[in-house]
């Protein structure tokens, strides 16, 4: 009865892996593996002043993971990208590049109506679920960008900047103290204007950027 049950589920809801389409999987072992490499030093054009570390580089399965929970509204996919950034937050405090103690993970701002259309933000939803694995970890989803601002795909490197230099905003009431360490995430980094922003908003709130980690980097 239960093995027809889940037969039944699969023909209604058909799952394939988020990095490579294999079926009958969410999350392959093969992706998960491509997406434990070390993170990697990126440096984008528009220099954010911090470290800004990569998963890996926008093609296989870090693209396809980051559409796949952007675009095509895979919920599911928050847990192995949730893994894959705190297995990276882990081997960077080794490295002695991000604090021992605790750090506040602070998603990078979206555009709230482009957020609610999806479903709420998938680097958000990923930082919970590292931070379910880690209590070091506080999510602090206070980074927002201000009315006006257009979606970035599409855009030149001088019309991101145009397009977002001002408009990210720190939310009301964070209950951090001063100089707390954080780290900005977010999905995709392609010029770095977003990172450079965050981390400008950050700094001057107070707090201490320690890097950007990012899933992949174009
Ligand atoms: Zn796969």
């Not at 054009?45 to 926008?58: E, F, M, Q, T």
């Not at 379910?132 to 006006?148: K, S």
């Amino acid at each position: 009865m239960r093995r027809m049950l889940h037969v039944l589920l699969d023909l209604v809801l058909p799952v394939d892996c988020g990095g490579c389409g294999r079926p009958g999987v969410r999350w392959c072992r093969h992706c998960a593996r491509d997406l434990a490499d070390a993170p990697a030093t990126v440096r984008p054009r528009v220099d954010p002043g911090v470290p800004v570390w990569a998963l890996g580089s926008y093609r296989g399965a870090h693209r396809r993971a980051v559409i796949a929970a952007k675009e095509q509204g895979r919920r599911d996919l928050a847990e192995p990208l949730g893994v894959a950034l705190g297995a990276a937050i882990v081997r960077l405090r080794r490295w002695g590049e991000l604090p021992a103690g605790p750090l506040g993970v602070v998603p990078a701002p979206t555009r709230a109506r482009a957020a609610r259309a999806r479903g709420g933000d998938p680097v958000t939803r990923a930082v919970r679920a590292a931070a379910a694995h880690d209590r070091a970890l506080r999510v602090m989803p206070i980074l927002e960008t201000a009315r006006g601002v257009r979606d970035s795909v599409g855009l030149s490197a001088a019309q991101r900047h145009r397009n977002l230099a001002g408009r990210v905003r720190l939310r009301r009431g964070s209950g951090v103290p001063r100089g707390f360490p954080v780290l900005v995430v977010d999905d995709v980094t392609t010029t770095g204007t977003t990172a450079a922003e965050s981390v400008r908003v950050l700094t001057a709130a107070g707090f201490c950027p320690r890097g950007v980690l990012v899933i992949a980097a174009a």
